[in-house]
């Protein structure tokens, strides 16, 4: 099962407002086991940012002026989410940007149906309780010291560790089709290593065959 947990940084909160989406992060899991596929973007939004958005992940005008504009990267984007289950923490603001954004340049928008909004989860599951992402990475001991700002692919890093303690999968799910690889490799390997054969000449054979009718060959084998 192939699944993508999925964070985006913006000029600020509502699209009404004209705001926009300044970076995207994206984890694959497969069977909740990050892989080494990941696609990371900052974007220029074409517009300011606003103050409190930059207090949050702290990307300024300047640095967002000089990045790709997400019509840029929307095919990369959407061919890496293709077809996958998303995972998302408050995916109703993530995917209002998203929208937003492939709706500004005539692409399709993101089915909400193939969405899973981790908050959702922590709501049903811990009713009254802190549910942001730093209060789950404290309730699961998840180190998110390197959290100083929000940062879309730092959170990507944490929430995909939320998640698999969300859905009670303390441990990755056990990958029967490596674990059986590695069966095979360890008992037949990949016939590299053999013990060598040394077949006997035939003046060996003959005095092999002496030794055994000899009287001391006789008694060494009784």
Known sequence: MI????DTETTGLDVKDGHRIVEIGCIELENQIPTTKKFHTYLNPERKVSQKAFEVH?????????????????????????NKKLIIHNSEFDIAHLN???????????????????????RNKYPGAQISLDALCKRFRIDNSKREKHTAIIDCELLSKV??????????????????????????????????IIVPTSEEIKIHKAFLKSKIGKNFFN
Not at 60 to 81: A, C, H, P, R, Y
Not at 169 to 193: A, C, H, I, V
């Open 3 to 6: 699944e993508i947990i999925l």
């Open 58 to 82: 702290g990307y300024s005008d300047e640095f967002l002026s000089t990045q790709k504009k997400f019509k840029e990267v929307s095919e990369d984007f959407l061919n890496f989410i293709k």
């Open 100 to 122: 937003n954004e492939l709706a500004l340049i005539g692409k399709e928008k993101i089915n909400k149906d193939n969405v899973i909004d981790t908050l959702e989860i922590a």
């Open 163 to 196: 998640y698999i303690n969300l859905i009670d999968q303390k441990e990755p799910t056990l990958d029967f089709k490596t674990l059986e690889k590695e069966k095979n490799e360890f008992f037949y390997g990949n016939l590299s290593y053999c013990k060598k």
